[in-house]
């Protein structure tokens, strides 16, 4: 596993983290600011994942006659990984926004 690849899974572990710490679905005002956050961080996350992984680019293939290039695959993991994160978040939004809030007596 590379520098790069080892630095986007502590990436997505922690926005991981941070988000099922805040509680990625809020039940009242004060939960649902900090499952805001949490959704932010997730989509921040995931974007800069994916910004990542798409600006570090290998090096064209100058194989000579009769070598073959290797096969890249259009879409690599930290791509993958990216999307869902930021997914994730995104979906947690839009569920935190159309959540009621719960009364709750202290």
């Known amino acids: 596993m590379g520098t790069s690849n080892r630095a986007i899974a502590v990436l997505a572990t922690v926005a991981v983290l941070v988000a099922l710490g805040t509680g990625c679905f809020g039940y009242n005002k004060s939960a649902k600011r900090w499952s805001y956050v949490g959704d932010t961080i997730l989509v921040l ?27 890249e695959a259009p879409l690599t993991g930290p791509l993958v990984a990216g999307a869902v994160l930021a997914a994730a978040g995104i979906f947690g939004m839009i569920f935190n926004a159309t959540r009621p809030n719960v009364k709750t007596s202290r």
């Open 45 to 71: 996350g995931g974007g800069a994942v994916i910004a990542l992984d798409l600006t570090s680019s290998s090096d064209p293939c100058m194989a000579g006659p009769g070598m073959p290039c290797p096969y």
